[in-house]
């Protein structure tokens, strides 16, 4: 077996150690050339050639920036299903995409994981999602984030670029520190559109005191439009509660931040999964979480549901969307977006499409 390690070195957890031992532990069993990455955007590239090389595996060791650059050279021309598989040994500092096909978060428990699979010839293959914005285009493994998320997760960057260590706690602290900051202020509102996705209305009609479960059709369409469940009374932080969005002739849906999952989690709080999507997969379409406002106390509420197995978090203050084939999300002013952890910049719109079983992965 021909396969091509890709080593991120300036990754949280990389070094040299790991990487020797992770090259001792392979070459009984792989033919293995190395390479390191010498910046960002180098992945892209080693993913592309990888794959007119006609390598059989591309491992990464190295964050989920690293394995998304590999992703995006493996699927540049199309699903790779048919080309180089891609295994990942965690080397960054939360390391989603590897967790979520079930690989430790130790590096060297999952190298040996990883020597199994291959001698057991285990593989599956995963879907991705495609983000278009502005007059740019790139997929990503696990999740795309707009608003809040987004600044949060920039707000860590700058951090780090001091010379802060990326750690649970500094998100934290970044996400309270972005919230006090939207204090008294609106903020963007984030327009929601889909197609062929299921929006998820538990949350409001379980927290409706009563509610029927279907309105009468607001349009005259037989879609319910933008109906609300509840009365102003019970919301007493001003969480509203809406059905529209999807396709079918719904309105889109208005919320101040949105989460998009490609699978579950969405991210982990130390060995905590917080899934903002439960139900999301890589074998179903992509799924979307909205907050309709995002104030503090709504946000902590929502969060917290996120945490443990049974993460549930419904709310008449959340949309939720299950299977979607493709979202678009439009603002009247541009907005941050991120992209499987790495901040892609500000955008008034992102159109998602999802790509199923396009890529191969080592599982």
Same mark, same amino acid.
């Given at each position: ?13 990389? @070094? ?66 048919? +080309? ?5 040994? =965690?080397?960054?500092? @939360? ?15 999952? !190298? ?54 990326? @750690? ?58 933008? !109906?609300?469940?509840?009365? +102003? ?14 396709? +079918? ?13 490609? !699978? ?8 905590? =999964?917080?899934?903002?999507? =439960?139900?999301?997969?890589?074998? !179903? ?70 790509? =199923? ?7």
């Amino acid at each position: 077996m021909r396969g091509l390690l890709v080593v991120n070195p300036v990754a949280t957890t990389t @070094t040299e150690r790991v990487r020797d031992v992770l090259v001792t532990a392979l070459a009984a069993d792989v033919d293995l050339e190395t390479v390191v990455t010498k910046g960002r955007g180098h992945g892209v590239e080693l993913g592309a050639d990888a794959r007119e090389m006609g390598v059989d595996v591309v491992i990464v060791l190295g964050g989920d920036g690293t394995v998304n650059e590999i992703v995006n050279g493996l699927v540049s021309s199309g699903p790779a299903a048919g +080309g180089p598989a891609l295994a990942v040994v =965690p080397g960054g500092s @939360t390391n989603v995409f590897t967790r979520a096909l079930g690989y430790s978060s130790s590096p060297v428990e999952a !190298t040996g994981e990883l020597l199994a699979a291959l001698r057991e010839g285990r593989s599956r293959e995963v879907s991705v999602g495609l983000a278009h914005y502005g007059d740019q285009q790139r997929y990503f493994a696990f999740c795309l984030g707009v608003g809040l998320d987004a600044d949060v997760v920039a707000a860590v960057e700058r951090r780090r670029e001091k010379g802060r260590r990326s @750690t649970p706690g500094l998100f934290v602290r970044c996400a309270v520190t972005e919230l006090l900051r939207r204090t008294g202020r609106s903020g963007p509102t984030i327009s929601v559109s889909s197609t062929g996705g299921v929006p998820d209305l538990r949350g409001i009609l379980d927290e409706a005191d009563g509610a029927p479960e279907s309105a009468a059709p607001a349009d005259g369409t037989g879609h319910e439009a933008g !109906t609300a469940f509840g009365d +102003g009374d019970r919301d007493r932080d001003g969480d509203g509660g809406s059905v529209a969005g999807g396709d +079918g002739g719904r309105a889109p849906a208005e919320v101040s931040l949105a989460i998009v999952c490609n !699978t579950r989690p969405w991210t982990y709080l130390n060995n905590r =999964p917080v899934a903002a999507c =439960p139900t999301a997969s890589f074998d !179903t379409g992509l799924d979307l979480l909205g907050l309709r406002r995002a104030r503090l106390t709504s946000v902590l509420r929502t969060g917290l549901k996120m945490l443990g197995e049974d993460a549930d978090p419904r709310g008449r203050n959340v949309y939720g969307l299950h299977d979607a084939t493709s979202i678009t999300l439009r603002s009247d002013e541009p907005v941050a977006v991120q992209m499987d952890g790495e901040v892609l910049g500000l955008f008034t719109s992102v159109e998602l499409t999802h790509h =199923p079983r396009a890529l191969r992965v080592i599982a």
